[in-house]
């Protein structure tokens, strides 16, 4: 089964869809979408994302990466956008970079500190929140993105398939996807040159590899404080984003084939 969908200036778009769940239904093809940000699309590109009919794009950015990379969108474009201005408690990745030695251990430490907090983010929470109640209610296709979509994005799909019942294998499985290896090259082509021209750094391949890449640890690590936190991911859904039971089946009927 192919989940890339290959666009000339968006990476990592894929569906999301098509696993078996714990019901026996599986989940259906074509309404759930991922990527990167929007902001190098081409013509072709926007053209291809507008016949998926897409319903809604949520936009899991902060304010000034939207500002720095702002999305481009197709002519008549009348999808549900969800975003917000809600400021993080930690400093953007691009500030974080500065007066450090920025290498591959940098890069792996920030991932593990980002999936630590993430969850509880009042901005992600928000976001992830709306995003639930978006996805039970549009009519049509959505697409869930950040700026490389593998973090933000990488972990909302997560939770997504555990909501569907989607084994925990599979969920793994699918957000290692990102570590496509003709993916991972052409990504470090593209983020060394943004990284000196963007930050003034200059970073070898080993810390490019891993910048650009998911790790298994990143996401059992977030798993991990949510069920010490609330007990299990269920607990977290229900608590913090409002996941209850009704929404949960609401996004079962709609979801589930």
Not at 216 to 238: K, M, W
Request: aromatic share 8%.
């Amino acid at each position: 089964m192919t989940r890339h969908i290959d666009f000339d200036g968006i990476e990592n778009f894929r569906d999301f869809g098509g696993y078996d769940t714990a019901s026996g239904r599986p989940v259906k093809r074509e309404l759930l979408y991922r990527s990167a940000n929007h902001a190098y699309a081409t013509d072709a590109d926007l053209e291809r994302m507008r016949a998926l009919g897409l319903a809604a794009i949520i936009d899991l950015r902060r304010t000034e990466e939207r500002t720095r990379e702002p999305s481009k969108r197709w002519p008549g474009f009348g999808a549900a956008v969800v975003e917000n201005d809600i400021l993080s408690d930690h400093a953007d990745w691009v500030d974080s970079m500065k007066d450090v030695e920025v290498n591959a251990q940098w890069f792996l430490d920030d991932g593990m500190g980002y999936y630590r907090r993430a969850p509880f983010e009042p901005r992600h929470i928000d976001l992830f929140s709306r995003y639930f109640q978006t996805l039970a209610s549009a009519d049509g296709a959505i697409v869930v993105h950040c700026a490389a979509g593998k973090d933000r994005t990488g972990l909302i799909c997560a939770l997504t398939h555990h909501v569907l019942g989607v084994s925990a294998e599979d969920i793994m499985a699918d957000y290692l996807l990102t570590n496509d290896e003709a993916r991972l090259a052409r990504k470090m082509a593209f983020l060394g040159p943004w990284l000196r021209d963007t930050v003034g750094k200059t970073v070898d391949e080993a810390g490019l590899r891993v910048a650009v890449s998911v790790n298994a640890a990143y996401l059992e690590t977030a798993f991990g404080v949510i069920r010490e936190a609330h007990g299990s991911l269920d607990g977290y859904l229900t608590d913090l984003l409002g996941v209850d039971q009704a929404l949960r089946e609401r996004l079962q009927d709609r979801l589930l084939g």
